[in-house]
C-alpha cells in the first residue's frame, strides 16, 4: 500500500474552513482565492480517498475532517512551541488556542487566569461555551485543544486533571420567595412556583426538585440560556433557580435542599505542548484557589 502523508497547509487549510465556516471565508482568512480553498480541499480529500468536509452553510466536518483539523491544530501548536524554544517567537504569528467551557465556570473563575496568560503570551483564546457534559464532545471532534468538563474518563488522546467542585444553592428573591413559598418549601408548593431553567439539555434546577420528592415535569419554567442573564433572572424574580456560590447576590435568599456538587475536571489533548500546559497551569491554579 502506497504511503500517504498529509500535507500540513492542506490540514491547515481544512482547519480554515472549518474555523470560518465557509470556503469564502476561509480564503480571506488565507489570503487565497475561494477557488484555491476549493482546490487545495479536493486534492486531500482525493489523496485520503476520505470526503472531509460537508458543504452546507455552514460546512460540517466528517470524521474524517475531524481527524484532519485534530492534525492541522497539533501541528500549529508544537511549531509555536518550537519557535518558542529556539528564540524566534517573536517573529511567529500569534496562535489560536481553541478551549471549551461551560458557561457558570465562565461567568465565575474561567476568565481571569485567560487573561494573565494573554498578557504574558502572544495568543488568542477562541471559546466554545457549552454545557459540562458535553464540552468532551468538542475534544473529540477536534474543535477545541483542552475542555472544562464534568466526564472524569478521559476522551481518547487526552489526559485529564480534576480542578474542583463548582457549588450550587436554590435561591430566589425575597418577593418571590415570599409570594410563593409563604408557607415553606414544600413539594406542594414547588410543584407550582416558576423556577428558571439554563435550557434543554440543563439538569440542575430537575435534579434539585428530584431531592425535594418533585418530579420537574409539569413545573412552570422560564429558559435564559446566558450565565449571567440566568443569575440576574433569579435576582429579577422571574423564577427560583440553582445559583453557583461564586455568582449569588447578596439579596437573594436560599430555599434550603441540597447544595448540588458539580465537579470539574480538566481534559487536554495528551500533546507535550510547553504552551498548552502553561495553560492549564494557570487554570489549575486559578480553580485551586476558588472552587470548592
Known amino acids: 500500500m502506497a504511503y500517504v502523508r498529509i500535507d500540513p ?3 491547515a487549510t481544512v482547519a480554515a474552513v472549518a474555523d470560518e465556516g465557509t470556503l469564502d471565508a476561509a480564503s480571506r482568512r488565507l489570503l487565497i482565492t475561494p477557488s484555491a480553498v476549493s482546490q487545495r ?16 452553510k455552514p460546512v460540517r466536518l466528517t470524521e474524517a475532517g475531524e481527524a484532519v ?3 492541522a491544530r497539533q501541528i500549529a501548536l508544537l511549531e509555536h512551541d518550537a519557535l518558542g524554544g529556539l528564540g524566534l517567537d517573536g517573529d511567529a504569528p500569534r496562535i489560536s488556542i481553541p478551549l471549551a467551557v461551560n458557561a457558570d465556570s465562565m461567568a465565575t473563575w474561567f476568565l481571569p487566569p485567560l487573561a494573565r496568560l494573554s498578557a504574558r503570551h502572544d495568543i488568542d483564546f ?3 461555551r457549552d454545557d459540562q457534559n458535553f464540552t468532551a464532545r468538542l475534544l473529540e471532534s477536534g474543535t477545541v ?6 466526564e472524569e474518563t478521559p476522551v481518547a488522546g487526552c489526559a ?10 436554590a435561591m430566589a428573591e425575597p418577593a418571590f420567595a415570599r409570594r410563593w413559598f409563604a408557607g415553606g418549601v ?17 439538569s440542575l434546577q430537575h435534579d434539585w426538585l428530584h431531592a425535594m420528592g418533585v418530579p420537574h415535569q409539569g413545573v412552570p419554567r422560564h429558559y435564559v440560556p446566558a450565565s449571567h442573564d440566568y443569575a440576574l433572572a433569579v435576582e429579577l424574580g422571574l423564577g427560583w433557580g440553582m445559583v453557583p456560590t461564586l455568582q449569588q447576590a447578596p439579596d437573594l435568599v436560599p430555599l434550603g435542599g441540597p447544595t448540588l456538587r458539580v465537579r470539574l475536571h480538566w481534559q487536554q489533548w495528551n500533546l507535550r505542548s510547553a504552551l498548552l500546559d502553561t495553560i492549564a497551569a494557570e487554570v489549575a491554579a486559578e480553580a485551586r484557589r476558588v472552587l470548592a
Open 160 to 169: 485529564v486533571t480534576p480542578l474542583g467542585v463548582l457549588e450550587y444553592r
Open 41 to 56: 480541499l479536493k486534492a486531500l480529500e482525493q489523496q485520503l480517498g476520505r470526503v472531509l468536509v460537508v458543504r452546507t
Open 145 to 150: 485543544m483542552a475542555a472544562v468538563t464534568s
Open 69 to 71: 483539523v485534530r492534525l
Open 126 to 128: 477562541d471559546l466554545h
Open 9 to 11: 497547509e492542506l490540514a
Open 186 to 202: 414544600t413539594t406542594e408548593a414547588l410543584t407550582v412556583a416558576p423556577f428558571v431553567d439554563f435550557d434543554r439539555r440543563d
